[in-house]
Structures are given as structure tokens and as C-alpha cells.
């Protein structure tokens, strides 16, 4: 008769992510994760208390896999690093797009994240006020554009130009829509995901433009 192996908390967490990426947090139950890992749900509770304690740990699970400032990044680089990989952990893990920010018992790995991004804006200059609302148009930004990817009426396989002509839509009655298409869609190579670096640069720079701003009228 096999041995099961000896249930862990992170090894919980593990499967319940595996249960996660398969079948969204609605999957998510201890009766399910405990299915994944070949154990009864009843004992799960001998290492996390319940289901609201497992999505909390789930949080934490996705905030340790986005990267963090580096010590002698600038707050730029640091940030648009930092965008790019939560947009790849979200896109591998679209259920976490909705948990990140919700939990009321957030884990340390969470609470590290927040507390090192702060970091980085603060010892760059911001106030604290303006690095608030950095960490908040940043993710904004982050969250939207993946909601957005993630919902996108095209097909597996399909590509923008073929869905733009799809459409078949009359320049006599959209002809702002349909110039944009002709020169942006059709006969190139358009894709939304390249729309990601552009809005990011955008947001940076605004960032960069209040910063300077900021610093120059406390000098002053």
C-alpha cells in the first residue's frame, strides 16, 4: 500500500494554486484541495484554519512571485520591472487578478511587497503622499491592462487583423474606427499585448514629470 506523502502548509498551497489555475477560485474548496493532494479535507485543518485563511495564503503565494525593487535600481526601472512581472504572474494566474488586493489578513510576503515598493519611491524622492498615489496608478494600470487581455473577444488562434475584418464595419458610419483599423490593424502585425510598454512609459513618465515637479517646489 503507497505512503501518502506528509501533508505541509505550503504544500496545501501548492495544490490549491494547481486547483486555482484549472478551475478559477470558485474551484477552490478544502474538499478540492484536498483532492489534489490524495488527503481527507478534514486533514487540511490540522495546518490552515479554513477556505478564507487558504485564499489569504493564496495572495501571499502570487505577491511572492512578483519581483521586487532591486537594491541599486532606480525607482523607474525598479517600477517598470516590477509591472512586467505582475502582468506575466496575473496573465499565468488570471485567478489572482481579483484576490491581491482584497484580503484582510494579508501574509508576510504581501505586506513585504507593499512595504518595498514604498521603499523604493520614498528613498527616490517621493513624498509620501505622491508615492501612494504612484503604487496606485501603477497597479491600476497593471490590473486593467490584464483584465483587458484576459478578455479579449478574439478567438484562440485569431489574430486582430482577422477579427477587424470580421467585423465588416462600414466607413460611412464608424470612420474614426475604421481609419484607426486600416492604418493600426490591417496588413500589419498589431497586437494588444504591445500596447502594455507604451501605456507603462506613459504612466512613467507622468510619474517622473509630478516627481520633479514636487521636488522642484519644495526647493524652491
Request: glycine residues 10%; contains cysteine.
Amino acid at each position: 500500500m503507497p505512503v501518502r506523502p506528509s501533508l505541509t502548509r505550503d504544500g496545501i498551497v501548492d495544490a490549491a494554486v494547481a486547483v486555482a489555475d484549472v478551475g478559477g477560485l470558485t474551484a477552490v474548496s478544502m474538499r478540492n484541495v484536498g483532492r489534489q493532494v490524495g488527503a481527507e479535507a478534514m486533514s487540511l485543518y490540522h495546518h490552515i484554519a479554513g477556505k478564507e485563511e487558504l485564499l489569504d495564503a493564496l495572495a501571499d503565494w502570487a505577491f511572492a512571485r512578483i519581483t521586487l525593487p532591486g537594491p541599486d535600481e532606480s525607482w523607474r526601472d525598479a517600477m517598470a520591472v516590477r509591472a512586467a512581472s505582475a502582468r506575466a504572474v496575473l496573465l499565468a494566474h488570471p485567478w489572482a487578478l481579483g484576490l491581491l488586493e482584497s484580503r484582510r489578513h494579508p501574509g508576510p510576503a504581501l505586506l513585504h511587497h507593499h512595504d518595498a515598493v514604498i521603499g523604493c519611491l520614498r528613498g527616490a524622492g517621493f513624498p509620501v503622499v505622491l508615492a501612494a498615489h504612484a503604487f496606485s496608478v501603477l497597479d491600476a494600470y497593471v490590473y486593467g491592462f490584464v483584465l483587458t487581455e484576459l478578455n479579449l473577444p478574439m478567438g484562440a488562434g485569431e489574430d486582430a487583423e482577422a477579427f477587424a475584418t470580421g467585423l465588416g464595419l462600414a466607413a460611412e458610419d464608424y470612420p474614426h474606427l475604421v481609419e484607426m483599423m486600416t492604418e493600426q490593424v490591417v496588413g500589419g502585425t498589431y497586437a494588444y499585448a504591445d500596447e502594455f510598454d507604451y501605456g507603462l512609459d506613459l504612466v512613467l513618465d507622468g510619474l517622473e514629470e509630478r516627481l520633479a515637479r514636487t521636488v522642484g517646489r519644495a526647493g524652491g
